[in-house]
């Protein structure tokens, strides 16, 4: 089945927080990558009907938004995750899934499996109030995965999660495209640079960018530039160019810059990585 998102467009006001977004995803990993306020979870919220859009069209399977079919299908986690801190984690799951309709029996059964899949099993008897910020995720993803939707949103669920959690966090979600649509919004670049199969950029409510990683790193090819320079020479540079890397040592600055020709004698050209890329689209700089 696949998400199918026509013209999407919504707006307050004179602000157009989405504007005319259209995509189609199938089963896989799609990383929507922007900057705080790019719209993300604006649009995330619209996927998952807790928001209208001003105009356009959001289907999964053929299923529209606001129909209970596309609704049995949708698993959402959504950034501010609420919770009962006095509930366990296994009486939170059989909580919800009683709130979805779930069978007495086939809820057991889920909240078993989904505890064992996020690895909360040995906690299943703890209060939620206990769990680590990571804990307290994965039990987000565990909710959400109740009645085995087949698209599964996930708005920055790695945000405020250590890096062992959150290498965790990927694996898991890594496992989960492989038979359903998964979009994950975040800022945090390493997050859909090592899990997502299709990146999609959004930047003031605008759909920029979306393909593989190969595909959009096209957009900074010939754009990546390394150069060591004396301090003084770094700032200037910093304060014109997007900056991917500053790297005081002894005999000066190491820079990595991103510009559209070499910034400075001695600058050699480095292969892009998604994180040059982020902050050619999202960082301002004071100007050139």
Not at 32 to 43: D, E, I, M, P, Y
Not at 125 to 130: D, E, M, P
Not at 187 to 207: F, M, P, Q, R
Not at 241 to 255: C, F, K, N, R, S
Request: hydrophobic share 40%; with cysteine; aromatic share 6%.
């Amino acid at each position: 089945m696949e998400l199918v998102l026509d013209r999407v467009t919504k707006q307050y006001g004179a602000k157009l927080a989405c504007d005319r977004v259209s995509a189609r995803m199938g089963p896989g990993v799609y990383g929507l990558l922007g900057a705080n306020g790019a719209g993300k979870t604006t649009l995330m919220r619209m996927i998952c009907g807790v928001l209208r859009p001003t105009s356009g069209s959001i289907r999964f399977g053929g299923m529209e938004v606001d129909s209970e079919a596309y609704r049995a299908s949708l698993g959402y986690l959504p950034q501010e995750f609420g919770y009962y801190p006095e509930f366990t984690a296994q009486d939170f799951l059989l909580y919800l899934a009683a709130l979805k309709g779930l069978p007495r029996q086939q809820a057991g059964l889920q909240t078993e499996e989904l505890l064992e899949l996020v690895g909360l099993a040995p906690q299943r008897r703890k209060k939620i109030r206990t769990f680590s910020g990571g804990m307290r995720r994965r039990l987000g993803i565990a909710q959400a995965l109740l009645g085995s939707p087949q698209l599964l949103v996930l708005d920055e669920p790695t945000a405020g999660l250590d890096p062992s959690e959150r290498v965790r966090f990927r694996n898991l979600i890594a496992r989960l495209g492989e038979t359903r649509t998964v979009l994950l919004s975040t800022h945090i670049v390493s997050d859909v640079e090592h899990i997502a199969g299709t990146i999609l950029l959004l930047k003031d409510g605008v759909l920029l960018q979306s393909g593989n990683r190969r595909q959009v790193l096209e957009t900074v090819a010939g754009k990546v530039w390394t150069c060591t320079v004396p301090a003084a020479q770094a700032e200037e540079l910093c304060a014109r160019y997007p900056a991917a890397d500053v790297h005081p040592e002894a005999g000066g600055t190491t820079l990595r810059l991103i510009a559209p020709e070499a910034p400075c004698a001695g600058a050699r050209p480095a292969e892009p990585n998604l994180e040059d890329l982020y902050l050619s689209v999202f960082q301002e700089v004071s100007g050139k």
